[in-house]
């Protein structure tokens, strides 16, 4: 690869605050309004113009709720109280409304269309990031960075040691991607009914199909009339973490969008009526670089129900794999025995003043296809505000808090231990 030399120049610094989370996703959110609302100054640095991540671009179901308390049974209590989740789909468009009445009740500034680029580091400890928006090159100093971006962009940037793909070749789950599909009126439908559909329209259009997620069960968002969303493309092979391999991904499932499309339009009944409709900003991404933390969660762990004197909140989701490759099915599901989330899973091994939460946390291929989901990253969110407040208050490391009282803390919100 050819290099250029880049000038040094001096950056302007835009903000100076007591905590900067770096992605306003699922675990951001929760992160940056639980931090404010513990006299923390707060900044959100997005990269797109939507808050929520996942929860707003991608996903539309809920699970592994019932064992949390805080902002997680905040959220899930919103959604009941509007109408706008019928177990365990809910309708992802509102929530953006009300995650910016959010970030303005608390204060908090967040920069949307803005990208994390650099860490500010020296000797393994984080002062700040540098941010790249519509005003430039920009810095932003914090007393303590928490890492939201799922990929641990920042953490791997600052040095961290990191883990990808299962053992042996380092394939990752699948990549999804969200489209809108309109004016859908057939209802509810399974996804054994949607397969036998599938089979149907592809005999009928005498045309080769690969059908990329077979366990689709389509039916109207909830709240709404004739609007569909569906999350069939699935693209494998890929990697993440790569500019151009993920760029080729979102190519090849807007192709694999398309093909559905015309297959469902012009091969069958109950969707014949359909519209091609936009797709979400950002991809599905289950899973990406792990970052090597003081403590990881292991396959072990969530086989014996692990518990810890650290652990934060517990997690009671199954394994839920996404293929990684076509030969497999395209998802995998085994048990687990509910485990905890420990503290030092959200601490990088070797940096300071900064924690890590979300898919990135400490954890092996496992694990995390258990504990990526909504309800656990914002309890990992709230755990990381919780854990800022005390070391800054304290004036102290993030390893150096009083652990105790932040599982006490999050106990008493109601996060089951």
């Known amino acids: 690869m050819k290099h250029i030399i880049e000038k040094q120049k001096k950056i302007p610094v835009m903000f100076d605050v007591d905590v900067v989370v770096c992605g306003g996703g699922t675990a951001g959110m929760a992160a940056a309004v639980c931090a404010a609302r513990k006299?923390?100054?707060?900044?959100?640095?997005?990269?797109?113009?939507?808050?929520?991540?996942?929860?707003?671009?991608?996903?539309?179901?809920?699970?592994?709720?019932?064992?949390?308390?805080?902002?997680?049974?905040?959220?899930?209590?919103?959604?009941?109280?509007?109408g706008i989740c019928i177990k365990?789909?809910?309708?992802?468009?509102?929530?953006?409304?009300?995650?910016?009445?959010?970030?303005?009740?608390?204060?908090?500034?967040?920069?949307?269309?803005?990208?994390?680029?650099?860490?500010?580091?020296?000797?393994?400890?984080?002062s700040g990031v540098i941010v790249e928006s519509k005003s430039g090159r920009t810095?932003?100093?914090?007393?303590?960075?928490?890492?939201?971006?799922?990929?641990?962009?920042?953490?791997a940037g600052a040095g961290a040691d990191f883990k990808q793909g299962r053992k042996g070749d380092g394939a990752v789950q699948a990549i999804s991607l969200t489209q809108m599909l309109m004016n859908y009126t057939a209802g509810q439908i399974d996804y054994k009914r949607?397969?036998?559909?599938?089979?149907?329209?592809?005999?009928?259009?005498?045309?080769?199909?690969?059908?990329?997620?077979?366990?689709?069960?389509?039916?109207?968002?909830?709240?709404?009339?004739?609007?569909?969303?569906?999350?069939?493309?699935?693209a494998t092979g890929y990697d993440p973490t790569d500019a151009v391999q993920l760029s080729d991904a979102m190519i090849e499932m807007r192709k694999q969008a398309y093909d559905l499309?015309?297959?469902?339009?012009?091969?069958?009944?109950?969707f014949k009526d359909i519209e091609f409709g936009p797709f979400s900003s950002i991809?599905?991404?289950?899973?990406?670089?792990?970052?090597?933390?003081?403590?990881?969660?292991?396959?072990?762990?969530?086989?014996?129900?692990?518990?810890?004197?650290?652990g934060l909140f517990t997690v009671a989701q199954h394994v839920d794999i996404h293929r990684r490759d076509r030969k497999e099915a395209p998802i995998i599901v085994t048990k687990t025995i509910?485990?905890?989330?420990?503290?030092?899973?959200?601490?990088?091994?070797?940096?300071?003043?900064?924690?890590?939460?979300?898919?990135?946390?400490?954890?092996?291929?496992?694990?995390?296809?258990?504990?990526?989901?909504?309800?656990?990253?914002?309890?990992?969110?709230?755990?990381?505000?919780?854990?800022?407040?005390?070391?800054i208050k304290g004036k102290c490391s993030l390893r150096k808090i009083n652990v105790g009282n932040l599982v006490k803390e999050m106990s008493a919100l109601g996060y089951v231990q």
């Open 39 to 82: 006299g923390l100054s707060v900044v959100i640095v997005e990269r797109t113009s939507i808050p929520g991540g996942m929860v707003t671009h991608v996903t539309y179901w809920t699970s592994d709720f019932n064992n949390k308390g805080g902002f997680a049974r905040e959220f899930i209590t919103k959604l009941y109280n509007d």
């Open 88 to 126: 365990p789909y809910y309708n992802p468009w509102p929530i953006v409304p009300y995650f910016d009445s959010l970030i303005e009740e608390n204060k908090i500034r967040v920069l949307y269309l803005s990208n994390v680029v650099a860490p500010i580091v020296e000797d393994g400890k984080l």
């Open 139 to 155: 810095a932003i100093k914090a007393k303590i960075v928490i890492d939201a971006t799922g990929d641990g962009d920042v953490a």
């Open 194 to 234: 949607m397969c036998e559909i599938i089979d149907k329209a592809v005999k009928k259009s005498g045309k080769k199909y690969w059908y990329p997620y077979d366990k689709w069960h389509p039916g109207t968002v909830v709240g709404t009339r004739q609007t569909l969303l569906q999350s069939v493309p699935h």
């Open 261 to 270: 499309f015309i297959l469902l339009k012009e091969n069958t009944e109950e």
């Open 283 to 310: 991809p599905g991404v289950r899973e990406s670089r792990r970052i090597v933390c003081d403590k990881m969660v292991t396959k072990a762990d969530i086989e014996s129900g692990a518990k810890y004197d650290d």
């Open 338 to 391: 509910p485990y905890h989330i420990p503290y030092g899973a959200l601490l990088p091994k070797g940096l300071e003043n900064i924690l890590v939460v979300g898919r990135c946390i400490g954890g092996e291929h496992e694990p995390l296809a258990s504990y990526r989901i909504i309800a656990d990253c914002m309890a990992m969110g709230e755990a990381a505000a919780i854990a800022a407040k005390f070391a």
